[in-house]
Nanobody
Framework: QVQLMESGGGSVQAGGSLRLSCVAT????????MGWFRQTPLKDREGVAT???????YYADSVKGRFTISLDNTKKILYLQMDRLTPEDTSTYYC?????????????????????WGRGTQVSVSS
C-alpha cells in the first residue's frame, strides 16, 4: 500500500497563499485517483479536491476558483495550490490515494475508495 506524506502547511493571513505537497513513497499505478481532504476537531472530514489519472479534477464548492489540484509528471507528487485563503480554510489537510478510475467525483464527497492516507499538515489562516 502506497504511503503518503504531506508538507507545506503553515500560518498565513487571510488573502494569502500556500502550496501543499504530497509525496508518494512508490510509483503510483497508472489507474488511480488522488485527492485532498481536510478536517477540524469540530467538523466532519470534507473533500477539498480530487484528480483522476486522466487529469480530470473536481472541487468542493467552497474552494472552487481558489484552489488548484495538480500532479507532477512523475506522478509521485500531488499538489494543492491554495489562493485567497480565508479563516474558514483553517484545518488539517490530508492527502489520499486509491486505485481505479472513474470515481474521483463521487470520492470527493464520500472519501470512499481512498485506501491510503497521509498524516496531515496543518493550515492556519488568520483574519
Amino acid at each position: 500500500q502506497v504511503q503518503l506524506m504531506e508538507s507545506g502547511g503553515g500560518s498565513v493571513q487571510a488573502g494569502g497563499s500556500l502550496r501543499l505537497s504530497c509525496v508518494a513513497t512508490e510509483d503510483l499505478y497508472a489507474d488511480y485517483c488522488m485527492g485532498w481532504f481536510r478536517q477540524t476537531p469540530l467538523k466532519d472530514r470534507e473533500g477539498v479536491a480530487t484528480i483522476e489519472s486522466d487529469g480530470n479534477t473536481y472541487y468542493a464548492d467552497s474552494v472552487k476558483g481558489r484552489f488548484t489540484i495538480s500532479l507532477d509528471n512523475t506522478k509521485k507528487i500531488l499538489y494543492l495550490q491554495m489562493d485567497r485563503l480565508t479563516p474558514e480554510d483553517t484545518s488539517t489537510y490530508y492527502c489520499a490515494a486509491g486505485l481505479g478510475g472513474g470515481w474521483a467525483h463521487l470520492g470527493l464527497t464520500t472519501g470512499n475508495g481512498f485506501t491510503s492516507w497521509g498524516r496531515g499538515t496543518q493550515v492556519s489562516v488568520s483574519s
